[in-house]
């Protein structure tokens, strides 16, 4: 079963910052925060991951609570394009062998409106 | 560079016939996923390649399927004999190493009717 919580979906405004929640309150001191979207038709597509820090790419921002429990991907100005299903998944990633079994819950279907 | 490449895009087929998914990797890519979502289900990890050898196959459903990955570059998925709960969205990934971050292709739809 998927380790992270994720309302199922939610709207945002062409042109405002789209702050997607991630609940992950079992998560271990070692498991990493890993942010994948899927647009339709397509498969998932790497964003962002994180351990501790907040962390920033090109493409989003991913801030970490304190205590780990929780974290909001931001996608600073959405387009159309960035409507899709966004997935929260913790792993251990570099620190475990199980690298790339990622365990995908039902996401969050995020609709960019015009 | 290319990416993931999945054939067929779309596959129907009869329940009991046989379908071969393929996948072909990013080049220099050791490492290899399949995975699948069922009407309505989440996206589950099927198993993991090595390059030619099976790491990890703990998410395949039964024995109906069978991966393959010779000479560790491309891989194919084998369903035989097909189920109607078999259909879904086949996806392929790879990776560089095992804790780089998957590419994903962009599936294989499978109906079996």
């Known amino acids: 079963d998927a380790k992270t919580t994720q309302p199922p979906s939610m709207d945002c405004a062409e042109g405002r910052a789209a702050n997607l929640p991630c609940n992950h309150s079992?998560?271990?001191?070692?498991?990493?925060v890993y942010w994948y979207r899927q647009i339709h038709s397509q498969g998932p597509q790497y964003i962002i991951h994180g351990l501790k820090n907040n962390e920033t790419n090109e493409m989003a921002s991913l801030i970490i609570t304190e205590d780990r429990k929780s974290s909001t991907l931001i996608l600073p100005h959405a387009t159309l394009r960035d409507t899709a299903v966004y997935y929260c998944?913790?792993?251990?990633?570099?620190?475990?062998?199980?690298?790339?079994?990622?365990?995908f819950g039902q996401g969050t279907e995020l609709s960019v409106k015009p | 560079e290319a990416g993931v490449t999945q054939f067929p895009s779309h596959s129907v087929i009869e329940k009991g016939q046989t379908v071969t998914l393929r996948c072909d990797p990013i080049s220099g890519h050791d490492n290899l996923y399949w995975y699948r979502r069922v009407m309505g289900k989440e996206i589950k990890f099927l198993l993991h390649f090595v390059k030619e050898s099976k790491q990890d196959e703990s998410g395949m459903p039964n024995n109906r399927f069978l991966a393959e990955r010779t000479g560790g570059t491309y891989s194919t998925l084998k369903v035989q004999p097909a189920e109607l709960e078999d259909s879904g969205v086949y996806f392929c990934?790879?990776?560089?190493?095992?804790?780089?971050?998957?590419?994903f292709g962009n599936g294989t739809r499978l109906t079996v009717t």
């Open positions: 990934a790879s990776s560089r190493d095992r804790w780089d971050t998957l590419h």
């Open positions: 079992t998560i271990s001191g070692n498991e990493y």
């Open positions: 998944i913790v792993s251990l990633g570099s620190l475990g062998n199980q690298g790339g079994k990622l365990i």
